[in-house]
T-cell receptor, first 114, second 111 residues
Framework: NAGVTQTPKFQVLKTGQSMTLQCAQDMNHEYMSWYRQDPGMGLRLIHY???????DQGEVPNGYNVSRSTTEDFPLRLLSAAPSQTSVYFCASSYGMMVGSPLHFGNGTRLTVT | SQQGEEDPQALSIQEGENATMNCSYKTSINNLQWYRQNSGRGLVHLILIRSNEREKHSGRLRVTLDTSKKSSSLLITASRAADTASYFCATDKAAGNKLTFGGGTRVLVKP
């Protein structure tokens, strides 16, 4: 199993550009989520999904969109990049929060917005 | 706002010593988890302790949970250089679908 795969590993955007961060998992996990990690802030939840066709907002959803058309994929879209979105983005999946299943993380996408 | 807060923010110890870090949280939880993050990598799950458990062991790791004080501790015994990493606690609120992370403790184990 590849686990959770994130692409790209690095990305530089100009302010106002849009892009999609890809996330795929091959563990048949129902739950998927996106976090951003900033120095001194820990990880903050952006959006999450409890199954295909279902998404919900996390702690810091503004400026980001998600969709979940399949169990495997959970892309994160930046609509109009801003310097405040410079961060490291992690995708994570699990069998489900309600059963206390641990999260499996990808290796992250490091995004710089200039 | 963060549900979990780790203490200390950074810890430097010699190989072979024990490392202890603490996590405090604000609201009732279903369970508390600890994760490790090596530099430039994603987080890796270490151990999960449920709200009705008080102590749990996994290899050289020992986790305690005190729900009356809303706090948890992670002890790494006989530390190794390979234990150098950041450690995060994470909590999910009762009846919630969100796992909230603290700011982490950076641990440096010197050989």
């Amino acid at each position: 199993n590849a686990g959770v795969t994130q692409t790209p590993k690095f990305q530089v955007l100009k302010t106002g550009q849009s892009m999609t961060l890809q996330c795929a998992q091959d563990m048949n996990h129902e739950y998927m989520s996106w976090y951003r990690q900033d120095p001194g802030m820990g990880l903050r939840l952006i959006h999450y999904s409890v199954g295909a066709g279902i998404t919900d907002q996390g702690e810091v959803p503004n400026g980001y969109n998600v969709s979940r058309s399949t169990t495997e994929d959970f892309p994160l879209r930046l609509l109009s990049a801003a310097p405040s979105q410079t961060s490291v983005y992690f995708c994570a999946s699990s069998y489900g929060m309600m059963v206390g299943s641990p999260l499996h993380f990808g290796n992250g996408t490091r995004l710089t917005v200039t | 706002s963060q549900q979990g807060e780790e203490d200390p923010q950074a810890l430097s110890i010699q190989e072979g010593e024990n490392a202890t870090m603490n996590c405090s949280y604000k609201t009732s939880i279903n369970n508390l988890q600890w994760y490790r993050q090596n530099s430039g990598r994603g987080l890796v799950h270490l151990i999960l302790i449920r709200s009705n458990e008080r102590e749990k062991h996994s290899g050289r790791l020992r986790v305690t949970l005190d729900t009356s004080k809303k706090s948890s501790s992670l002890l790494i015994t006989a530390s190794r250089a390979a234990d150098t990493a950041s450690y995060f606690c994470a909590t999910d609120k009762a009846a919630g679908n969100k796992l909230t992370f603290g700011g982490g403790t950076r641990v440096l184990v010197k050989p």
